[in-house]
C-alpha cells in the first residue's frame, strides 16, 4: 500500500511538472525513517504539503483540498492532515465531505483519545448540533483527552439546557487538568446559574 502511494505522488509530482525537493530537512518528524523507501516517502509528502500550501496561497482551493486529501489518506492516524483537509473542504462550504472527513479519521482510529475532537468541533461550530456532541465526546472522557474535549461538550450540555451535566464535565476537566483556570471558572458559573433563584 505504501509503494501504491508512493507511486501515486511522485506521478503527481510529475504531472505538476516539479522535482521533488532534496536536501536533508525533512521537518516532518514523525514520519522520518532510516530506510530509502522511507525517505523517498518523507520527500515525496514534504513536496505535497508545500505544494498544498502553495496552491492555498494562490486561492486554488479545490488543488490544494486534493492535495490534503492525498496527504489524509497516506497518513490516516495524522490528526493534523485530517483537519487541514476537512477545514480546507469547510472553507469552501463543502460540510457533507468536511464531516466524512472528519467521521473516517474518527472511524479509523478507535485507540486514539481525540479522535472525535474535529467531528465534534464541527458539530457544534458549524452545525449547532449539541445532541451530535454529547454523542460524539461522552464516551472519551473516560480516555482523558485533550481539555478541548470537556469544554466543548460542557458547553454543548449547556446549550441543550442540560446544567448538570455541564458541571459534572468540568468539574472531571477540573479533576483531570488541576491546573486548568478557565474550567473553574466556567464551573462556578454553572453552579451559580443552577442555584435556585428567590
Same mark, same amino acid.
Given at each position: 500500500?505504501?509503494?501504491?502511494? *508512493? ?14 525537493? !532534496? ?13 530509502? @523507501? ?10 505535497? &504539503? ?14 490544494? $483540498? ?14 493534523? &492532515? ?8 469547510? !472553507? ?26 474535529? #467531528? &465534534? ?12 456532541? @454529547? ?24 446549550? *441543550? #439546557?442540560? *446544567? ?22 466556567? $464551573? ?11
Amino acid at each position: 500500500m505504501r509503494i501504491q502511494t *508512493l507511486g501515486v505522488m511522485l506521478l503527481v509530482a510529475g504531472a505538476w511538472g516539479q522535482e521533488l525537493p !532534496s536536501g536533508p530537512s525533512m521537518k516532518t518528524a514523525p514520519r522520518m525513517a532510516v530506510s530509502r @523507501v522511507d525517505r523517498i516517502f518523507a520527500r515525496a509528502d514534504e513536496f505535497v &504539503a508545500r505544494q498544498a500550501d502553495r496552491w492555498f496561497d494562490q486561492g486554488d482551493f479545490p488543488r490544494a $483540498a486534493q492535495a490534503c486529501r492525498l496527504r489524509s489518506f497516506m497518513y490516516p492516524a495524522d490528526y493534523d &492532515a485530517a483537519t487541514d483537509y476537512g477545514w480546507l473542504l469547510e !472553507s469552501m462550504n463543502q460540510f457533507d465531505s468536511a464531516r466524512d472527513a472528519y467521521r473516517r479519521f474518527r472511524l479509523g482510529n478507535p485507540l486514539m483519545p481525540d479522535r472525535a475532537l474535529a #467531528e &465534534a468541533q464541527f458539530c457544534f461550530l458549524r452545525l449547532k448540533d449539541y445532541k451530535s456532541v @454529547v454523542e460524539l465526546l461522552e464516551p472519551v472522557l473516560s480516555e482523558k483527552p485533550h481539555p478541548n474535549n470537556y469544554r466543548i461538550l460542557a458547553r454543548s450540555y449547556e446549550k *441543550l #439546557e442540560n *446544567l448538570k451535566d455541564s458541571l459534572r464535565v468540568y468539574e472531571k476537566l477540573i479533576k483531570d487538568f488541576p491546573g486548568d483556570a478557565a474550567a473553574k471558572l466556567n $464551573a462556578e458559573r454553572i453552579r451559580k446559574k443552577l442555584q435556585p433563584t428567590s
